[in-house]
């Protein structure tokens, strides 16, 4: 009888979802129609645009317009979107809007050549050409013969969408009203998708151009195929394919964005024209920049375009919002409430979605409701799980401190914000010296990102369990004593540490981890079990919950732009910025930090000889010996944005 009751229950379900999206199809090809256009750009070229607008005529409607790379398909005017059956999009059809998608300049059917993250040109003249100007000559072509549209306009995109976003800004058409940047590509060399800190992303580089770099000769409706790597271990298919540029034999002659990357290792004027950051000023429509806290793709571009628009637009409405998601984790990529073992307690995309993101354009373009309930900045706070309505970011009352690494693997956070340890001492206690803690990193056993077996990269190496990386002789830690209050951390964390090494050039890892206790359990009640139906439970006591880590290409520790050679058994800074974190050690947890000189497959491995990396070959690669100091003459140390209450 309970096995008749499950199975009736499961058909029930499945017939209920059937049927509601069958609804959901319905109604919008009920209420709405789809055009087709070529719409023309100033230097004679066009692009291939989809229009979904809605049948009613009683009135005039904004436009909601989306430039993509990734392909407005499917294609035919008889074809609908099958994302606008989501309840994401649901959302904006059911409010009137016209949706405008458009394959940009290169991609797909439109015509033209495409160029990746194409330079902002501030200075056009005559027929001069860049994104900021193609949106600029589709949206006045739009608003003249769109039928029955408010000649109002809006502009939002996901990943390498949010850059062409970001390019709406710069158009500077009086009809563009808001824009919406999402977890936008913006700096490729210092944080985003295929270099962080100028290490090289290796496994989303060469994953992505391997099919999306590929030439189109001619407009097309199909995709190109990438590289598809035998079996199912990435570890194992990227270290036995061994040094770049055997990835580059395999990537072939054709993939220009490839060879490009190979040319320019430092971060030269061919990368700085390929950073919005330094071309967003005079920003005339409302800005909602949108990101993830655990977004593994995009997080940087997030947080510092908004800044970047803050510190240059002082008189521009620009807001931000950051939630404990996944890349594009907000736009029906999931519901916000977890994320791999890791649990918020709430809906949040839901709630972005309808108190946030709808009102914003609703406000601009339809002149309806308000944004007074949409902060400066609105943060998911996770550990607490709360969102916090803030006035700035990082907020005003927050304070750096200080978090020593000593020996003994212990780490020392600024009093009163731990219960206990007492003060710091600096003695030597063994026949090996405490000053330093020290590890071989060797290149031929780099320390993994994730301790599972896949072929793809995760998301939920975000939010993953350090407890296996803590085992390696590899992978120094340092760790609180137990907190006693709760430390919200709200910014940038800076590490500083104080290094040397027995070679000429290593990579740096530093991960902040939040450790959970012992007996840690989450209330069901409260925190659902997200995979209970899977039949899994994961082990939560003394979980160690990756809150942030970054790679630091060792070479650029003084300067992107110069490189340089460590000398050999020198203690050197090395000191960088970590994307913000917004996240609440609770009290009865631990502050942990790991550090090691590898994250494999996941940034490619530093041959740990200054060479020229992307042409070098496997005998170059070698083991060294790595020494964070801790004494008082070289304290290596990790600064917190601490949030006062």
């Known amino acids: 009888m309970k096995k008749y009751f499950l199975f009736s229950t499961i058909v029930l379900i499945s017939v209920t979802t059937v049927f509601a999206q069958d609804a959901d199809s319905l109604w919008v090809r009920e209420n709405y129609y789809k055009l087709e256009k070529m719409v023309p750009m100033r230097d ?19 436009i909601l317009m989306n430039r993509t790379p990734y392909s407005c398909r499917p294609y035919g005017e008889d074809n609908f979107n099958p994302r606008l059956y989501s309840s994401y999009w649901l959302n904006y059809l059911k409010e009137g809007y016209i949706i405008a998608i458009q394959d940009v300049r290169g991609k797909y059917m439109s015509e033209g050549v495409f160029e990746d993250v194409r330079p902002h040109n501030p200075n056009k003249k005559n027929k001069e050409i860049d994104e900021a100007s193609d949106t600029y000559d589709a949206i006045e072509w739009m608003i003249n013969n769109i039928p029955f549209n408010n000649n109002r306009v809006g502009a939002f995109g996901i990943s390498y969408p949010g850059f062409y976003a970001t390019m709406a800004a710069l ?59 035998p079996g199912m271990d990435n570890y194992d298919f990227y270290l036995r394919t061994g040094a770049i540029k055997n990835f580059t034999k395999i990537m072939g002659d054709s993939i220009a964005f490839w060879k490009d990357m190979m040319n320019h290792p430092n971060y030269d004027d061919w990368w700085k024209s390929r950073n919005p950051r330094n071309f967003v000023t005079n920003i005339k429509p409302a800005m909602l920049v949108v990101g993830g806290l655990f977004d593994a793709e995009d997080c940087f571009g997030a947080w510092n375009l908004y800044k970047a628009i803050e510190e240059k637009n002082p008189l521009t409405e620009n807001r931000l919002v950051m ?31 309808r108190n946030i993101e709808i009102p914003f354009f609703n406000f601009y373009l339809k002149l ?11 943060i998911f706070f996770t550990g607490e799980n709360e969102w916090k309505n803030l006035k700035t970011w990082p907020p005003v009352n927050t304070e750096n401190k200080i978090a020593l690494l000593t020996a003994n693997n212990g780490l020392l956070i600024s009093a009163p ?17 405490s000053a330093y ?11 993994p990102y994730t301790e599972d077996v896949h072929m793809g990269r995760t998301r939920e190496y975000m939010t993953d369990d350090q407890r296996f990386a803590s085992r390696r002789p590899d992978v120094l830690t340092f760790t609180s004593p137990v907190l006693t209050n709760d430390i919200t951390l709200a910014g940038p964390i800076i590490a500083d540490l104080m290094a040397s090494i027995s070679t000429t050039d290593a990579d740096f890892v530093v991960k902040l ?133």
């Open 323 to 353: 939630g404990p998601w996944i890349h594009g984790g907000w736009g029906g990529r999931g519901d916000g409430s977890y994320l791999g073992n890791v649990r918020f307690g709430e809906k949040t995309a839901e709630y972005y979605q």
């Open 44 to 62: 004679g070229i066009s692009l291939f645009t989809a229009f979904y607008i809605p049948k009613d005529t009683a009135g005039k409607h904004p």
């Open 368 to 378: 309806k409701g308000t944004v007074r309930d949409i902060a400066e900045a609105n």
């Open 417 to 433: 914000m731990i219960g206990s340890g007492g003060s710091v001492e600096w003695r030597n206690t063994g026949k090996n010296n």
């Open 437 to 447: 803690s020290e590890y071989v990193s060797d290149p031929a056993h780099p320390v």
């Open 171 to 229: 158009s500077g058409h009086p009809s563009l009203r808001a824009v919406s940047p999402q977890a936008p590509v913006t700096d490729w060399f210092q944080g985003d998708d295929f270099h962080h800190n100028g290490a090289f992303m290796l496994m989303d580089g060469f994953n992505f151009y391997s099919g999306f770099g590929k030439p189109r000769p001619k407009p097309t409706t199909e995709s190109s195929p990438g590289f598809r790597p």
């Open 513 to 645: 981890i939040d450790v959970f206790p012992d007996n840690f359990r989450y209330d069901e009640s409260t925190f659902p079990n997200p995979q209970a139906k899977s039949g899994i439970n994961y082990p939560m006591g003394g979980y160690q919950m990756l809150v942030r880590g970054e790679i630091m290409r060792g070479r650029f520790r003084n300067s992107f732009e110069k490189p340089e050679a460590f000398v050999p058994g020198k203690i050197t800074q090395v000191k960088y910025t970590l994307p913000d974190v917004a996240h609440t050690f609770k009290a009865g947890h631990k502050l942990m930090i790991q550090i090691q000189s590898s994250w494999f497959p996941l940034a490619d491995r530093n041959p740990q000889k200054f060479v020229d990396i992307y042409n070098c070959d496997d005998r170059d690669f070698q083991k060294a010996t790595i020494k964070i100091y801790h004494d008082a003459a070289n304290a290596s140390k990790i600064i917190l944005p601490v949030l006062n209450n």
